[in-house]
């Protein structure tokens, strides 16, 4: 314990140095990676997904109230997160970027994609029900991005795009929904292992094909969705899942450090989504947030019972809602995760935030 202790204590001065020399930059390219947090259209190209959001009242406030696939009112957290990191908006869907000709495709991809599968999570049976893009698909892709940008630029110039580039990932919520609609025999400590182990491949993985930036969101207190909580018959939070979710965290902070040791010039923002979303439900009103058990898109108990659609119930103010549906936040909440992740302090985000992140050259 005490040589982990001293381990992450080195982790956190060196990142901060490196920070602090470090001169304000832009990413070239933004590569999203993960689940229904961070989706702009993946599921909506998949013929098998049960996942979707492409059609209302996704999107009702989205620009021109469109149903993009996002699992919102509007935008999501990695919409919010690329335009404060410079970008208009999330890239596209990798697999819309693929109906685009292979001159104009290429051109895209040099600013980034998003790879990511609402419904999937870290290991490979996470979703595979719901017929959606585990992580280790979502990897696989940007592994085809990474042979079409050498194809056209060069491994050299490749390398130094991918080295430079913004690598987001969102990813283990749904891994622990998981958890408990199985019968697993498996403890939750050995089932948590697994999902780090398969977490320390994967940005190996990453880091082999030039990835050197590492953006990364643990697992929110998932107990505290509305379709956890109408579990209870008072509402309140499903609290294993949270303990779940805070044991990840603490292995996920472990992993980071390890990796930054063992693999040179990698480095990382660590946001515990934990901390922001409890710090949200436990002083709502500090954030303009007047609900925050109840989804603002839905049916029945808490507007929970059921997914949201065009026969769903809204709620009268959206912007006053932590939870856009059972699941996921309102562009409101996104939003407000965004800037804590790309400039909040270290409560939130860990050892440097993204901002500092981005700017380290
Ligand atoms: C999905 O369906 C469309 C239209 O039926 C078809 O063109 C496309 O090839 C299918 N995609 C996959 C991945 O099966
Ligand atoms: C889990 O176990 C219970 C009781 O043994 C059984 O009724 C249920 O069908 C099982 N669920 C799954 C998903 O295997
Ligand atoms: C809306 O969702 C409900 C519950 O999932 C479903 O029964 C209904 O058919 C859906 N309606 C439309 C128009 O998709």
């Known amino acids: 314990m005490a040589k982990e202790g001293q381990l992450a204590f080195l982790c956190l001065m060196f990142h901060f140095f490196m920070s602090h020399f470090a001169n304000a930059s832009k990413v070239p390219a933004i590569f999203i990676l993960g689940d229904s947090t961070a989706d702009v259209g993946t599921n909506?190209?998949?013929?098998?997904?049960?996942?979707?959001a492409n059609f209302p009242y996704h999107g009702i406030d989205f620009?021109?109230?469109?149903?993009?696939?996002?699992?919102?009112?509007?935008?999501?957290?990695?919409?919010?997160?690329?335009?404060?990191?410079?970008a208009r908006r999330s890239p596209s869907s990798y697999l819309f970027l693929q109906t685009l000709g292979s001159?104009?495709?290429?051109?895209?991809?040099?600013?980034?994609?998003?790879?990511?599968?609402?419904?999937?999570?870290?290991?490979?049976?996470?979703?595979?029900?719901?017929?959606?893009?585990?992580?280790?698909?979502?990897?696989?892709?940007?592994?085809?991005?990474?042979?079409?940008?050498e194809a056209r630029l060069g491994r050299h110039t490749t390398k130094t795009l991918l080295g430079k580039s913004l690598f987001f990932i969102t990813t283990g919520s749904n891994d622990i929904f998981g958890y408990f609609a199985t019968n697993t025999t498996v403890s939750v400590d050995e089932y948590i292992d697994t999902l780090i182990d398969s977490y320390d491949t994967y940005i190996r993985s990453l880091y082999g094909i030039g990835a050197r930036k590492f953006g990364i969101i643990s697992v929110p207190p998932v107990g505290c969705c509305p379709s956890q909580r109408i579990i209870s018959p008072t509402g309140d939070c499903f609290e294993p899942a949270n303990q779940m979710a805070q044991l990840f965290h603490s292995k996920l902070v472990k992993l980071l450090c390890k990796l930054s040791s063992q693999l040179q010039d990698l480095r990382y923002s660590l946001g515990n989504a934990y901390e922001m979303t409890m710090n949200v439900i436990n002083h709502p009103n500090l954030y303009g947030f007047t609900n925050v058990n109840t989804a603002c898109c839905?049916?029945?108990?808490?507007?929970?019972?059921?997914?949201?659609?065009?026969?769903s119930n809204l709620c009268p103010d959206r912007t006053k809602y932590l939870f856009w549906d059972l699941f996921h936040p309102t562009q409101a909440a996104a939003n407000l995760a965004a800037i804590t992740l790309y400039s909040g302090p270290a409560e939130y985000v860990t050892p440097i935030n993204f901002k500092q992140l981005q700017n380290i050259k």
């Not at 839905?298 to 026969?311: F, P």
């Open 103 to 149: 001159h104009r495709r290429a051109d895209v991809l040099r600013r980034g994609a998003n790879f990511a599968s609402a419904g999937s999570g870290i290991l490979d049976s996470t979703g595979s029900t719901l017929g959606v893009l585990p992580l280790y698909k979502q990897i696989l892709q940007l592994v085809e991005v990474y042979g079409d940008l």
């Open 44 to 52: 909506s190209y998949l013929n098998r997904s049960h996942a979707k």
């Open 298 to 311: 839905g049916k029945g108990k808490l507007n929970a019972e059921q997914s949201c659609n065009v026969t």
């Open 63 to 86: 620009p021109g109230h469109r149903a993009t696939g996002r699992f919102s009112n509007g935008f999501n957290s990695a919409d919010y997160l690329a335009m404060l990191m410079g």
